[in-house]
């Protein structure tokens, strides 16, 4: 079946520092992509997504770039704020559902 | 607009009880979903209604778990007989129509605690 894996957290980062957080995944056909992010005492919200191979979603700063060929769809910003702390998830769909990761918790300190 | 509404937000009940969560979709969307999650954990699909139907149960847990949608908008999740494992916030997810490509706005969750 459909399955996700990220990186291992928490992530803990200065402020201005590069953010990667890696994601893999594992699905029969031709999933869409995307990322989640759950700030604190919000709920989750779309941070980007991607449909198809070679495609790159972005959004607030951050890009994810769809690699069929490794299974990957990383997470990256080049420079994190603060206000950039929250629990990141990576998430698969291949009909409607969606499959999701374990979720990356980042901390960004000033 | 209005986004994903749950009620309520927070549900205590003993061991053995029944339970009934709500979930109020966008106004227009026509599909909607239910995940759960556990602590430290991802959302795990439930259940996916396209309209007034059940398009996809097959991550219900057991026959304790049951879902309705009657009208098409409002969805209901009713848990029988709860267990202790069953502790956990429940999401609502709503969008446009099915399929892998469009966004799913997701409620603020029920967090449901079994004594």
């Known amino acids: 079946g459909d399955s996700v894996t990220q990186m291992e957290g928490p992530v803990t980062l200065s402020e201005e520092a590069f953010l990667t957080i890696n994601c893999t995944y594992t699905a029969t056909g031709y999933p869409s992509l995307f990322w989640y992010v759950q700030y604190p005492g919000e709920g989750l919200q779309l941070l980007l997504k991607?449909?198809?191979?070679?495609d790159k979603g972005s959004n607030k700063g951050f890009e994810a770039t769809y690699r069929k060929e490794t299974t990957s769809f990383h997470l990256e910003k080049g420079s994190v704020q603060v206000s950039d702390s929250a629990v990141y998830f990576c998430?698969?769909?291949?009909?409607?559902?969606?499959?999701f990761g374990e979720g990356t918790q980042l901390t960004v300190n000033p | 607009g209005a986004g994903v509404s749950q009620t309520p937000s927070n549900k205590v009940t003993e061991k053995g009880k029944y339970v009934e969560l709500r979930c109020d979709p966008i106004s227009g969307h026509t599909a909607l979903y239910w995940y759960r999650q556990s602590l430290g954990q991802g959302p795990e699909f439930l259940i996916y209604f396209q309209g007034t139907g059940a398009a996809d149960d097959s991550g219900l847990p057991n026959d304790r778990f049951f879902a309705v949608r009657p009208e098409g908008s409002v969805s209901t999740l009713k848990i029988q007989r709860t267990e202790r494992g069953d502790s956990a916030v429940y999401l609502c997810a709503s969008s446009q129509v099915g399929g892998k490509y469009n966004e799913q706005f997701f409620g603020p969750g029920t967090r449901l605690t079994v004594l």
């Open positions: 991607a449909t198809k191979a070679d």
């Open positions: 998430a698969l769909s291949e009909s409607a559902r969606l499959t």
